[in-house]
């Protein structure tokens, strides 16, 4: 089994278009249900089960909702297609958000055709996303950052400008695997046990690494050479970063098994001036606008609409016929 830490003694460590969407309204059904071919009075009185059932899809003899935005129907065949970019906890969620999606997607259409907007797509665009670019360039206006709120930014967050920290360390691996409950259990006391014995004979950590580790750095001792963060796996780096120099006291635990870990060296980060960093800060208060602009324009395309079948923020959302 391998570690994912990719340790020799060079180096290593276990690490082994445009689609805003909107917050779905809270305690209201995702869609709107259809009406009935028969005439209301008709029809057969709902059982308690269907009263109960939630009311996502537009009718309960249809698997896709019937949607349509300024009279322009939502394909269910682009609904099916578009599901595999919204995993949910359900598939009733999941087609909520799809549907959602596409018609944000459709109204966008919809004002770059109404506006007459032809567009030459750059490298990497498709036409699509060229003409919704340069829609959102034409109608949002979005402040940009500029040196001052920049340097304010980073004057009140100076803690998140570090370089990272760099650890030079040892480690022994007791492999199992991740789903099995009994086996971890079981490579954990062998871990427990073979770490009393590294305390109690500090000097023997190569000899033990060779002769009871799975990653293959035990050929040099168990040396994964200068780790930075981001060559980990996520639940080993947190680990490893709080450790200090000399042995760990505990066992670390990753997916790949337990860790025995030794800090040969640790170098912490040191603080990084505003000019390398501007760049970086400028962006982010950019991105945070445009989340911002480009948001409260979809709002206003849904409340301008005419939207049927589906429950969107902003709208008035009328059963379709």
């Given at each position: 089994?391998?570690c994912?830490?990719?340790?020799?003694?060079?180096?290593?460590?276990?690490?082994?278009?445009?689609?805003?969407?909107?917050?779905r309204?809270?305690?209201?059904?995702?869609?709107?249900?259809?009406?009935?071919?028969?005439?209301?009075?008709d029809?057969?009185?709902?059982?308690?089960?269907?009263?109960?059932?939630?009311?996502?899809?537009a009718?309960s003899e249809?698997?896709?909702p019937?949607?349509?935005v300024?009279?322009?129907?939502?394909?269910?065949?682009?609904?099916?297609?578009?599901?595999?970019?919204?995993?949910a906890?359900?598939?009733?969620?999941?087609?909520y958000?799809?549907?959602?999606?596409?018609?944000i997607?459709?109204?966008?259409?919809?004002?770059?055709?109404?506006?007459?907007?032809?567009?030459?797509?750059?490298?990497g665009e498709?036409?699509?996303?060229?003409?919704?670019?340069?829609?959102?360039?034409q109608e949002?206006?979005?402040?940009?950052?500029?040196?001052?709120a920049?340097?304010?930014?980073?004057?009140?967050?100076?803690?998140?400008f570090?370089?990272?920290?760099?650890?030079?360390?040892?480690?022994i691996?007791?492999?199992?695997?991740?789903?099995?409950?009994?086996?971890?259990?079981?490579?954990?006391?062998?871990?427990?046990?073979?770490?009393?014995?590294?305390?109690a004979?500090p000097?023997?950590?190569?000899?033990?690494?060779?002769?009871?580790?799975?990653?293959?750095?035990?050929?040099?001792?168990?040396?994964?050479?200068?780790?930075?963060?981001?060559?980990?796996?996520?639940?080993f780096?947190?680990?490893?970063?709080?450790?200090?120099e000399?042995?760990?006291?505990?066992?670390?635990?990753?997916?790949?098994?337990?860790?025995?870990?030794?800090?040969d060296?640790?170098?912490?980060?040191?603080?990084?001036?505003?000019?390398?960093?501007?760049g970086?800060?400028?962006?982010?208060?950019?991105?945070?606008?445009?989340?911002?602009?480009?948001?409260?324009y979809i709002?206003?395309?849904?409340?301008?609409?005419n939207?049927?079948?589906?429950?969107?923020?902003g709208?008035?959302?009328?059963?379709?016929n």
């Amino acid at each position: 089994m391998g570690c994912g830490c990719g340790g020799s003694g060079s180096g290593g460590g276990c690490g082994g278009g445009v689609r805003p969407e909107l917050e779905r309204p809270v305690e209201a059904p995702l869609f709107e249900e259809l009406p009935h071919e028969v005439a209301e009075q008709d029809a057969p009185a709902e059982s308690e089960a269907e009263q109960a059932a939630p009311l996502l899809i537009a009718s309960s003899e249809q698997e896709w909702p019937r949607v349509r935005v300024n009279g322009v129907e939502i394909a269910p065949q682009a609904i099916a297609q578009e599901l595999q970019y919204h995993p949910a906890d359900s598939r009733d969620e999941a087609v909520y958000l799809a549907t959602q999606a596409l018609v944000i997607r459709e109204l966008l259409q919809q004002r770059i055709a109404e506006l007459g907007l032809l567009v030459r797509a750059q490298a990497g665009e498709s036409e699509e996303e060229a003409a919704t670019r340069a829609l959102i360039e034409q109608e949002v206006q979005l402040p940009l950052a500029d040196d001052s709120a920049c340097r304010q930014f980073y004057d009140g967050n100076r803690q998140r400008f570090f370089s990272a920290p760099l650890l030079a360390a040892r480690h022994i691996l007791l492999a199992c695997p991740p789903d099995d409950a009994e086996e971890r259990s079981r490579v954990r006391e062998r871990a427990e046990a073979l770490l009393a014995q590294l305390k109690a004979e500090p000097g023997r950590f190569a000899e033990l690494a060779l002769r009871h580790s799975d990653c293959p750095s035990k050929e040099q001792g168990g040396a994964l050479g200068q780790i930075s963060k981001g060559q980990t796996v996520p639940e080993f780096e947190r680990q490893l970063f709080r450790q200090g120099e000399g042995l760990c006291a505990h066992p670390l635990e990753s997916r790949y098994g337990y860790h025995l870990v030794h800090v040969d060296q640790r170098i912490e980060g040191q603080q990084l001036p505003y000019e390398i960093v501007a760049g970086a800060i400028r962006a982010e208060l950019n991105g945070r606008v445009w989340q911002i602009g480009v948001g409260q324009y979809i709002k206003s395309l849904i409340g301008a609409a005419n939207i049927e079948g589906i429950l969107m923020p902003g709208a008035d959302t009328p059963l379709m016929n």
